[in-house]
Structures are given as structure tokens and as C-alpha cells.
């Protein structure tokens, strides 16, 4: 039997699961666990590495730190954390929202020399989380605003745990995953609540907010795997081919793209998007909320289909 039917954690060692178990204490500080997208997040991308630990060490990777890295790496994006690191940060909640690893490394640091984990294992866990929101790419939105608020270059991957952190990380960002339940989850939807409800250009928007989802987000979530693919892939695997679980994880990405060949944004309408359902019916929503039931009533086909569908009708 493959490694990949188990889902269990590959982590053995009795003081890292200690640490796993403070540092998910602290997540949960927040409130409801189901309403975190935070803790969703970093959740989604622990359950699509666990069970492929023989195939990640057949690339050097090591699962262990790979899994206590990824768990650690956006502690301090919780509210509680992004409010006692703004101080450091000139009262800016946004630039302690960017330089969260760091923050969250020094959050976590205290719980590992509390549970006895020595500098050499620490050392192998800030391997696996420093530069894991890039990869910081020229003219990329992370790279200038890192930049431009903090005032230093944004941290190179420099491991390969880090550049499989990378890979999930970034996929999650522009993917929609379907829950055990049938809802639609992932970064997209994620991001669309984020740019709906806070102030800005999109806020209350649901045209635009679905149109920058689909075609943007996404489309810089392929500039930045291209990057990967092209310049830091081949640097760490030798010119061997990509592992298995990234393929897998590749492959569920790209098939977040057919669900948008069943909405329909028209210029025309005003606040409102359609979605055709798999019966046949058009099906009108006016909110966020609505929006994302309805569209997880579609099982989308498999295929190539354009990044953004809009339907223009004449004036007259």
C-alpha cells in the first residue's frame, strides 16, 4: 500500500508534538475553530502533506520539520498576535500582517525552549518557514509591499522543506478545495471575503470580487508556480522530476478553474452574478454568501476553459 492512504502525522518526536500542541492552542485563541480561515488554511495544507512522507524523502525532504514548519508559519497572522507585534512595528497592523513569519518565529521560539527543543532542530524548522510566502518575485505584491514597508529584501527560499511549504502554500492561495461536507473552501474564497468586506475598491462589490478572484488571484498564483517550476525547483532537486505530491496538489489547482465556465458576470446587471447550475437553471445572487452555496451545487467538468467569462450586451 502506498504511504499516501495514511493520513496520519508524520511527526514522532514527543517534544515537537508538544510544541504542535501549544502552538495549536494558540491558534484557537481566536475563536471558532470553523471560522478561522487562518487555522482552515494552514489545516488544508497539513492534510494534503500527511501520508506522503516516503515521497518526500526521496527529495531530501524531511516530513517532520516540513509539517512543524507549515503549523508555526502563519501563527502570528491571528488578531491576537498581529495586535502585541504592531508595536514593533509603528502601531501598523498591516506591517506586522507582512512580516508575520518572523513574528510568529519569535512567538514560537519561546514555546520550543519551554518544551526542549534544541537550536539545531529550530534551526531546520526556520528553514522550512523563512521565505515560504514568496517566492518574492519581481513586481510580485508581496515583494514590493514586504519592501516597501519593512525596508529590506523579503527572504529567499533556502531549503527544500521550504520550497514544498511554498508550492502548498501558494496552490491553497488560488485554489477552491471541496470539504467532506460539499462546501467549497480554499484561498479564493478566502480572499473574495477579504477584499468584500473591508474597505477598498471591492468592498460590496460581488462583480468585482468574483472577477479579481478568478482571474488575478489566479493569475499571479500561476506566475508565482511558474517561478517555481522554472528557477527554484530545478536549483533544489538536481534536475530530477517534481515529486509526486506536488503533481497531485498541481493537479487540484487546476481544477479550481472549471468552476468559473459556470459564472456568468454581465456589465449590464448591476450588483448581481449567475451561475449555471448543472440543471439547467440560471440562478441570480446578489451576495458573497450566496454566491459560494450555489456555485458548490456545480461539479465542474474537466478542461480547458477561459479565465474570465463576461457577457456583454448591447445598450440598445
Known sequence: MSSHHSKRSAIQDARLRRLCALVFR?????????????????RRILWGIRGWGENL???GCDPEILEVGILISDLAKEPHLIKKYSSQYGDSPFRAFLDHSRSSLREVN??????????KTWRKIL?????HDG????????KHNYEK????????????ECLIHTYFDRIDQGGIFRTLNGQLNG?????????????GPFKGNLPATVQEVFSNTRGGTYHQLTYLDHV?????????PLPKIIQVIKEKFEDAENYFQYVIIDKNRGNQVQISLPTGDQVVVYDLDHFWSELAKVTPKRGMVEMCRWRQRSSA
Do not use: M
Open 135 to 142: 517566492p518574492s518575485i519581481p513586481g510580485s505584491w508581496w
Open 110 to 119: 519561546y514555546l520550543r525552549k519551554k518544551v526542549g527543543i534544541d537550536n
Open 149 to 160: 514597508e519593512i525596508g529590506h529584501p523579503y527572504a529567499r527560499i533556502h531549503t527544500i
Open 187 to 199: 484561498g479564493l474564497r478566502k480572499i473574495s471575503y477579504d477584499l468584500y468586506q473591508k474597505e
Open 57 to 59: 524523502k526521496s527529495v
Open 26 to 42: 494558540e491558534y484557537r485563541k481566536t475563536g471558532n475553530s470553523a471560522k478561522n480561515e487562518n487555522l482552515k488554511h494552514i
Open 232 to 240: 527554484l525547483a530545478p536549483r533544489f532537486l538536481k534536475g530530477s
Open 127 to 131: 528553514g522550512a518557514v523563512i521565505g
